[in-house]
């Protein structure tokens, strides 16, 4: 059983008792000894997180004790957690206070599960990177999932997502590429879809016991749509996966999901505010980009989505393995009860089944 200690930073702008109550929450769900302290200035934070096994950090607006975010101040491991959304941030933020659960996670899943190692891939960019994952006892010849998380293209989502995914694979005898890439928010759309393309084939090079003839792209919300996009443009796969996946990017703009994420990373294809010639490059992007308008991606695929998940999800699961079926593409096509995060949740049935299809078309 893991011990993690959260500490609360001095002036946090939210209420102590339900910091408190979330906490206290995931070290349930995990299985976690924990316990949440409130420091009193910088120089008590400091002493608090050293005398830890382990922390998640929420910072606060206090300069003295914003500058010790990155500094290493002793256990094994320390996650920083801002609620609010801060510009070129390279730790969790912008998740509001949903934001501590994801830190505790992702303290659990780095002291149980830590990756073999980091990858760099690109031009060395701070978000241009991959964690290894291998399996125990692995004797070479390994298959391959390689995760792309989700989160709408937004920089405040970022590879802890999908966590949790890396430990359940791995423990199927599976080596797991967790990728990581430039949002197009902060970078633009283009540097979004080269990244995915390099970071995915960077796989080639990460570790020689790697067999690359067995991989499995798996896609998460906007990372299914990034994962379908580069099968289309030829990364190679055995298995492309998505989960819960934006499919239509046409029809995610003009149902304006999630307060417009889709204009606000490709731009908007139908805008009279631009000039034709415009709207012509943004109707190229958008046919580039949206899987339904791509198919046949030829690869196999395996479409997976909950039942309890926004309607125009599960609207776009079924349109797009019809779509992809009637195009010649081999489509599995599963749906089953579970929320849109259920699909990346090991202990859920959905999951689980996700998990054993992914296993038999790999080993």
Do not use: K
């Amino acid at each position: 059983m893991s011990e993690i200690l959260v500490v609360v930073g001095p002036g946090v702008p939210a209420d102590a008792a339900l910091l408190e109550e979330i906490a206290t929450r995931e070290f349930a769900v995990w299985d976690v000894r924990g316990a949440v302290a409130h420091a009193r200035d910088a120089a008590d934070l400091r002493a608090l997180v050293r005398g830890s096994g382990a922390a998640v950090v929420v910072p606060g607006p206090s300069p003295e004790a914003r500058a010790l975010i990155g500094q290493p101040l002793g256990p094994e491991v320390v996650a920083w957690v801002d609620l609010e959304r801060v510009e070129g941030a390279g730790h969790l933020h912008g998740r509001g206070l949903w934001g501590l659960a994801w830190g505790v996670r992702h303290a659990v899943h780095r002291l149980r599960h830590p990756p073999t190692r980091r990858i760099s891939y690109g031009d060395g960019s701070a978000e241009q990177w991959a964690d290894l994952y291998l399996p125990s006892g692995r004797a070479g010849g390994t298959p391959v999932v390689a995760l792309v998380h989700g989160g709408y293209w937004r920089s405040i989502w970022a590879a802890d997502l999908m966590e949790a995914l890396c430990a359940d694979l791995t423990a199927r005898g599976l080596a797991v590429w967790n990728l990581e890439y430039r949002r197009p928010d902060r970078h633009g759309w283009a540097a979004t879809v080269a990244d995915v393309a390099a970071g995915l084939a960077a796989i080639e090079g990460a570790d020689p016991g790697l067999d690359l003839d067995r991989v499995a792209l798996a896609g998460h919300s906007a990372g299914a749509q990034l994962v379908l996009r580069a099968v289309a443009d030829g990364a190679r796969a055995r298995l492309a996966v998505s989960l819960a996946g934006v499919l239509d990017l046409v029809q995610a703009d003009r149902r304006w999901l999630s307060a417009g994420a889709t204009a606000t990373a490709l731009g908007h294809p139908s805008d009279p505010a631009h000039p034709s010639a415009g709207a012509a490059a943004l109707d190229e992007t958008y046919g580039a980009a949206s899987p339904v308008h791509r198919v046949p991606v030829g690869a196999p695929q395996l479409i997976v989505q909950g039942t309890e998940d926004e309607l125009d999800f599960v609207d776009f699961g079924r349109r797009y393995a019809r779509a992809a079926r009637e195009a010649g593409d081999d489509v599995t096509y599963l749906e089953m009860p579970g929320d849109h995060f259920d699909v990346i949740l090991p202990t859920t049935p959905i999951w689980q089944a996700t998990a054993q299809a992914i296993t038999e078309a790999l080993v």
